[in-house]
T-cell receptor
Framework: TQLLEQSPQFLSIQEGENLTVYCNSS?????LQWYRQEPGEGPVLLVTVVTGGEVKKLKRLTFQFGDARKDSSLHITAAQPGDTGLYLC??????????FGTGTRLTIIP | DAGITQSPRYKITETGRQVTLMCHQT?????MFWYRQDLGHGLRLIYYSAAADITDKGEVPDGYVVSRSKTENFPLTLESATRSQTSVYFC????????????FGPGTRLTVL
């Protein structure tokens, strides 16, 4: 079983600050996805990264896939209360199933 | 309604009872999945299905049964509910081929007393 470790587990910061959360594994992945989950709802896909070293931007969110395709980071610039939620990374290992990390619970304080 | 729906949204049952959670998707996606989400464990895959009449075990299948007679439906049955099955259950679907994203339902919060 491929394990995805996310850090930090909890993060609480003031509105306007920048932050980075991480997703790490000892395994190589063919691709990696980031999801955001709000309370009482299912996770929603934010981005898929496929190529080692790939960087994708989604407004104030920047996603990077590690060169060796074993890790990824999510950077949020000028965090807003609407960014509050559980951020999950998930990886494809070459089979038809996703493996999810345990998540980073982010709270943005107005 | 278009998309993926789950019912019921909330369920309270007693130990030993049989419970069925329903999942319906309108996209004709080939793949469907059932996850449970618990604090400290994240999302764990229970069962998945690659097509109608094709199902396979995930990480935590014990105590659960699934069927998929139609592409759009993927019910999950707890044959004899236990307290350890208290959780939030999510159904998801996606089209065939990777690395496509999965679409999740809103979840069912199940409490077993």
């Amino acid at each position: 079983t491929q394990l995805l470790e996310q850090s930090p587990q909890f993060l609480s910061i003031q509105e306007g600050e920048n932050l980075t959360v991480y997703c790490n594994s000892s395994s190589v992945f063919s691709s990696l996805q980031w999801y955001r989950q709000e309370p009482g709802e299912g996770p929603v896909l934010l981005v898929t990264v496929v190529t080692g070293g790939e960087v994708k931007k989604l407004k104030r969110l920047t996603f990077q896939f590690g060169d060796a395709r074993k890790d990824s980071s999510l950077h949020i610039t000028a965090a807003q209360p609407g960014d509050t939620g559980l951020y999950l990374c998930a990886a494809w290992g070459g089979n038809e199933k996703l493996t999810f990390g345990t998540g980073t619970r982010l709270t943005i304080i107005p | 309604d278009a998309g993926i729906t789950q019912s019921p949204r909330y369920k309270i049952t007693e130990t030993g009872r049989q419970v069925t959670l329903m999942c319906h998707q309108t996209w004709s996606h080939s793949y469907m999945f059932w996850y449970r989400q618990d604090l400290g464990h994240g999302l764990r895959l229970i069962y998945y299905s690659a097509a109608a009449d094709i199902t396979d075990k995930g990480e935590v299948p014990d105590g659960y049964v699934v069927s998929r007679s139609k592409t759009e439906n993927f019910p999950l049955t707890l044959e004899s509910a236990t307290r350890s099955q208290t959780s939030v259950y999510f159904c998801a679907s996606r089209a065939s081929g990777s690395p496509l994203g999965q679409f999740f339902g809103p979840g069912t919060r199940l409490t077993v007393l």
